[in-house]
């Protein structure tokens, strides 16, 4: 669709309540109020640059969270993976929605003020059907696309600013992430690595929506790197990035978290094959990439390391490390420490049944494997964790008040693959396996748990304790002051909150379909609520699809997107 037609489209669909009234006032998301937002407000994807997830409200705490009831809830009216953050400034709220809708939302009544509704190319194949958020800056809301657009939308009224091409999604590009709003740009990344694409961050200009830089994480001729492939697979290398990144103001980095390479079979794409399976830390002026980590090389397991690290810093050996804490879908916690122009490992502990390390090196914290468990061209190969890893994408949350991390994990889950020659169509998969012989086994361990919520102590690198559930557990995690940790994620539709120090079950409550969206913390009028949208689908439930197989079970899950929002009965 040309940009001109996309523009009066959005325009026809975007449908604010109320049109003949004039729009409500609205604050401006500044530079200075992402860096440090108040204390009510959920400005970004995990609130805070530094990926915490973290709330300080303390309002409601761990003696009195047994009261917390639902307040008002608000259907979304469409189906499949419901994964984004409220966003929330001063009082109006913003979701989006798989199909790109975008609702903003009064946060303190549940009313509707406008809805953007996109109209998505006939022809186009979700892979993903999903989004994760929204950006904010200035007076406009930012919304990246699955045909891979981005939009940029009145915060007042929906209306439409501009509508940009940023690729073709007939050839597999996609977006489902939040974009990053950063000192007047805002970033987002390309997905599509399933189809021969070449992954992608691209930072355009927050007013006028022209392109800034590009930065491929598949590197060129000549670009540092590019050694680490072969001539044949560069172009279509993959290495997509699925997830908002992380930002450090006092460096102006900002770190991301990468995809694997394609095709899924390492041995059709020999080498390291750098950035795959990494955190770059790009310059945010230039888009230049100054430092990485590797978490493994070569991947051949489909453990994209997709999600942003969070900035830690925390203590080892009597110093304070500035660092990075990435859970990794490898089933390994990693510790990195960040500096201007490096990152350099620190630590890495397997957090989950892991069959496939045999080494990492203590210095460079590049991993050693066991030949067997490498799947390749023609073979079948078991491995552990399963292909969707200790942790995918659900984020992790850390408290400043415990110095806990929080890591919604998922063990005594493994994997066979069974790998064929693929060949590249534009516009088709290119991962060389079928999902007919692609395997997921839970280990005799699971008869147990195969979900886990970890609390891991920073200070000590420890892990302090864990929650067990029978389901595995797709489920962004929240903390909040009040010493408490939200999440949901499991398939009997509950969304709990937990002890922060114990794991401790404290309150749960029943939803109407599976919680996979990340819950936020805000107030409004001295009041604090928690909001979380419900609403199974995509990975979570082709996760629960091959368990279902393997065991012989049938558990089903209801899908249906409603938004909930919490609050304690006697409150302002």
Not at 76 to 103: C, K, L, W, Y
Not at 157 to 165: C, L, R
Not at 214 to 224: R, S
Request: glycine share 10%; net charge negative; charged share 20%.
């Amino acid at each position: 669709m040309h940009r001109f037609a996309s523009l009066l489209l959005g325009l026809a669909l975007a449908l604010p309540a109320g049109a003949a009234d004039a729009p409500a006032p609205y604050a401006a998301v500044t530079a200075e109020r992402l860096a440090a937002p108040a204390d009510g407000d959920w400005l970004m994807y995990r609130r805070t640059y530094d990926s915490w997830g973290y709330s300080p409200l303390d309002q409601i705490t761990a003696d009195n969270v047994a009261e917390l009831e639902p307040l008002w809830t608000f259907s979304t009216g469409v189906d499949e993976g419901h994964q984004a953050p409220p966003i929330v400034n001063d009082g109006v709220m913003f979701i989006s929605t798989p199909r790109n809708q975008v609702i903003a939302i009064d946060a303190r009544s549940g009313n509707e003020l406008w809805r953007y509704r996109r109209e998505l190319p006939a022809d186009l194949f979700q892979l993903h059907p999903t989004n994760r958020g929204v950006a904010l800056y200035g007076e406009r809301v930012y919304l990246a696309t699955v045909d891979a657009h981005l939009v940029a939308l009145d915060a007042r009224t929906g209306a439409v600013d501009f509508d940009i091409e940023v690729d073709d999604y007939l050839r597999g590009y996609y977006m489902t992430l939040a974009p990053l709003a950063v000192e007047g740009k805002i970033l987002v990344g390309m997905s599509g690595g399933e189809f021969g694409i070449r992954g992608y961050i691209q930072a355009f200009d927050a007013a006028s929506g022209e392109s800034l830089w590009k930065t491929y994480m598949v590197p060129g001729p000549g670009e540092p790197g590019f050694e680490t492939w072969s001539e044949a697979a560069w172009k279509r290398g993959g290495v997509p990035v699925w997830v908002t990144g992380s930002y450090d103001p006092a460096t102006r980095l900002s770190y991301w978290g990468t995809g694997n390479a394609g095709p899924w079979l390492a041995d059709q794409r020999p080498g390291d094959n750098l950035y795959s399976t990494s955190v770059v830390a790009l310059d945010i002026d230039s888009g230049a990439i100054r430092a990485h980590h590797q978490y493994h090389w070569n991947d051949s397991w489909d453990w994209d390391e997709v999600s942003a690290p969070l900035l830690i810093d925390f203590e080892r050996n009597g110093e304070v490390v500035k660092g990075l804490v990435h859970a990794g879908r490898d089933g390994y916690l990693w510790r990195l420490a960040r500096g201007a122009n490096d990152i350099r490992f620190v630590d890495a502990r397997p957090y989950v049944k892991q069959n496939v390390f045999t080494a990492i090196d203590p210095e460079s914290g590049r991993p050693e494997y066991d030949p067997t468990r490498i799947p390749r061209t023609g073979t079948r190969t078991e491995f552990c964790p399963s292909i969707w890893g200790g942790k995918d994408w659900p984020p992790e949350a850390y408290s400043p008040q415990t110095g806990y991390l929080y890591v919604p994990a998922n063990d005594n889950l493994c994997s066979a693959l069974t790998g064929a020659k693929a060949k590249y169509r534009p516009g088709e998969l290119f991962i060389g396996v079928t999902f007919d012989t692609l395997e997921v086994f839970p280990t005799e361990a699971a008869r147990d748990h195969i979900g886990e919520l970890q609390a891991w102590d920073m200070k000590t690198g420890e892990k302090v304790w864990t929650t067990d559930f029978k389901s595995h557990l797709w489920g962004p995690v929240l903390a909040t002051g009040g010493g408490l940790v939200f999440a949901g994620g499991t398939n009997d539709r509950y969304f709990r909150a937990f002890d922060a120090r114990s794991g401790k079950i404290l309150w749960q409550q029943r939803t109407n379909s599976g919680v996979t969206g990340v819950p936020v913390s805000y107030s409004v009028d001295g009041r604090q609520y928690v909001a979380v949208l419900s609403g199974w689908g995509v990975d979570a439930q082709r996760k629960q699809d091959y368990l279902n197989k393997a065991r012989g079970t049938d558990v089903r899950v209801p899908q249906g997107g409603v938004l909930w929002v919490f609050g304690l009965p006697d409150a302002p």
